[in-house]
């Protein structure tokens, strides 16, 4: 089965199959209406549910768009709806699950629920963003950095800020495709040492560094996210701006690396992790990195299927 659960759970192979599939498939559509089928329907006949017990927009609209695209349908379900959001177990969500529809796509909190539907789902399932991790996204940036710079194997991503569920799955990605990895953000928000040490034997660098604007000089990538995440309690926010503040990814700190794209998963806190000045500059890459979550997850989805 066909899971795509994480990146360091799947093949490098794959992986690469993926991102090649996704940018030729990306190419075979230019200049189309959104609406308009591919040239082949590869989930002809197919049906998945996207299931969000988080919000979304991108995850939510690019799966969607991306079904149709292939000639497959879709189902959006809110898990507050679902009786798994009232006592049903995750495992008999799971069969009863796979008896309508021929793949799952979820977004959660917990790492273990992922895993749960996926133990007990007799189609595949894709991870859509846990409190963990969220691999959808990184395939997406690895795209948008090829589609801009050319292959990512070598190069050096630094990540200013939160070592949150975006950075583990860079971390996940630079084990398995070869770049490197710079962290520039406080002790305290590190990023999961199982990750790092996982990143490193598989022959990344790994550097963790507490002066950005050292960390960011010569990188290839600058990447942030939001301050805050959505399993994050509300109560820790004054404490985690003050201590990202000196990691907001603004102008002056690009200077640094002016040879370097700037990206961020989105949704962004302008003046916060990220300024206006960056966000709308000549280095960031922010809405193709947007636009490329839809071709990356048919890529995804046609991996999963096997079609
Ligand atoms: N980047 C991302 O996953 O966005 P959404 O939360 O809007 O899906
Ligand atoms: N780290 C963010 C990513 C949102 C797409 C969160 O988990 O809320």
């Not at 691999?135 to 948008?144: G, K, R």
């Not at 820790?236 to 000196?246: A, D, F, G, V, W």
């Not at 002056?252 to 990220?274: I, Q, S, T, W, Y």
Request: proline share 5%; charged share 25%.
């Amino acid at each position: 089965m066909n899971h795509f659960l994480d990146l360091h759970r799947t093949d490098p192979a794959s992986l690469r199959a993926m991102l090649d599939q996704a940018a030729a498939m990306k190419a075979a559509r230019a200049g189309r209406p959104r609406g308009a089928p591919d040239d082949t329907a590869p989930l002809d006949g197919r049906i998945v549910a996207l299931v969000f017990e988080k919000p979304s927009t991108r995850t939510r609209v690019s799966f969607d768009v991306g079904i149709r695209q292939m000639g497959g349908q879709s189902l959006v379900l809110s898990g507050a709806e679902m009786q798994l959001g009232h006592g049903e177990t995750i495992a008999d969500t799971a069969r009863v699950l796979s008896r309508y529809v021929d793949a799952i796509m979820i977004r959660t909190f917990e790492e273990a629920t992922l895993l749960e539907l996926a133990e007990h789902a007799d189609v595949p399932v894709i991870n859509g963003l846990t409190n963990r991790s969220h691999p959808c996204q990184i395939m997406a940036d690895l795209l948008t950095f090829e589609e801009h710079r050319g292959p990512i194997a070598g190069r050096r991503v630094v990540w200013s800020g939160d070592g949150n569920n975006v950075c583990a799955s860079f971390l996940h990605a630079a084990g398995r495709l070869g770049f490197d990895l710079t962290f520039t953000g406080p002790e305290e928000l590190d990023p999961d040492p199982e990750f790092i040490e996982m990143a490193r034997a598989e022959g990344a660098t790994v550097t963790i560094a507490r002066d950005p604007a050292a960390a960011i000089a010569g990188a290839d990538l600058v990447v942030t996210d939001t301050w805050v995440s959505m399993h994050d309690s509300q109560t820790t926010k004054e404490r985690r701006h003050r201590l990202l503040r000196p990691y907001q990814v603004n102008a002056a700190l690009m200077a640094a690396a002016p040879e370097a794209l700037f990206m961020h998963c989105l949704p962004a806190h302008r003046g916060e992790e990220v300024t206006d000045a960056v966000m709308d500059g000549r280095q960031s890459v922010v809405f193709d990195e947007a636009e490329n979550r839809l071709h990356a997850q048919k890529a995804i989805l046609r991996w999963c299927l096997g079609v």
